[in-house]
């Protein structure tokens, strides 16, 4: 179980609604942030691991379905800098409990921006 822990600006433009409760992450990587931003001519989701500060880009459009989409592009990540197949398909496997949160680290916050 992952949560991906959006600014306000990314939850409101989504319309997810945040789960404030902490729950410990599942995965080795642990929580990622994600935050919008407007490139033209799509608005991107830009997500950062708070351990390991490793960044995934998404499309916003249908954000609320992001889930599978993310899995699949952290996995394709791990897999491009040479992490063992055995350890990416554990990671896989861990991220397919996904919530949403709002942001908690400010360090990891400041990345983002």
């Keep these: ?12 433009r ?3 609604p945040a789960k404030a409760e902490t729950v410990p992450p599942t995965t080795v990587l642990g929580d990622w942030y994600a935050n919008l931003i407007f ?4 608005q991107l989701a830009l997500c950062i691991n708070e351990r390991s500060l490793l ?18 592009q952290v996995g394709s990540l791990l897999v491009r800098i040479g992490v063992p197949a055995a350890a990416v398909a554990a990671e896989e496997q861990a991220m397919q409990e996904f919530r949403f ?5 400010r360090w990891v916050l400041r990345c983002l921006n």
């Design 1 to 12: 179980m992952i949560t991906l822990r959006c600014t306000r600006k990314l939850l409101d």
């Design 14 to 16: 989504a319309g997810v």
């Design 39 to 42: 490139a033209r001519p799509q």
């Design 55 to 72: 960044v995934v880009i998404l499309p916003a459009r249908g954000f609320k379905s992001v889930a599978p989409r993310f899995g699949a």
């Design 101 to 105: 949160g709002p942001t908690a680290n």
